[in-house]
């Protein structure tokens, strides 16, 4: 997608500190971390929202949830926790429309710290 | 698992108001929702967390989101927007050792308003 901040990002036009990438899906560090460990998996296809999301892109979402566990590994947090959120629409607080979830960890993100 | 509330939700052990079920998955209403809408959905089978899914529960983890997406839209929030979000350890503030995906929304969910 020519104006899609994340399409440009898979495509090299934006640089980014990418720390995996696959057939199906890329996973890059967020400019705005939240907590000492944020990661954006994304999948390679333009998919604006989850709301575009068709049944024969279960593998795909599927991939995103098992990529963010394994980085979760490579980061160091597996065991400490993390969280994994996806946002849609404008309720959700989704800013980028490229479907994007968030791997956030590295810090205690209970209900009382930082509630949904 | 004989001592999971949830396996119990799943066995008919515990009653729930459940909105959805198939070979895979199940989603019922959580007892204490933080928003208008907020749903679990998880897995039949048995996992503990996210830390222990492997690389051919892909499609599970995928229909976790396949089916969140499908609730949205019967619940109608898929336009007004919505959060999908998975716990992880303590970090993460998971406070049931079976992986539930937390849908929720009906109300602003925004950064300000509910922080990460």
Redo the contacts between chains.
């Keep these: 997608m020519k104006d899609c901040l994340f399409c440009k990002i898979i495509n090299g036009d934006i640089s980014a500190e990418i720390l995996y990438k696959d057939d199906l899906v890329i996973a890059f560090t967020d400019t705005h971390p ?2 000492p460990v944020h990661i954006l998996v994304i999948p390679k296809e333009h998919i604006a929202s ?2 575009d ?1 068709t ?1 024969s ?10 990529v ?2 394994k980085l ?2 490579e980061q160091d ?18 800013e980028v429309q490229h479907i994007h979830l ?1 791997l ?8 009382n710290i ?3």
Tied chains: 1, 2.
Excluded: C, F
């Design positions: 939240l907590a989850l709301n999301v049944d892109q279960g593998d795909v979402m599927g991939a995103l949830i098992v963010a566990k979760a590994q947090i597996a065991q400490s926790g993390y969280k994994l959120l996806i946002r849609t629409g404008d309720d959700g607080g989704q968030h956030i960890g590295g810090a205690p993100l209970t209900e930082h509630p949904v």
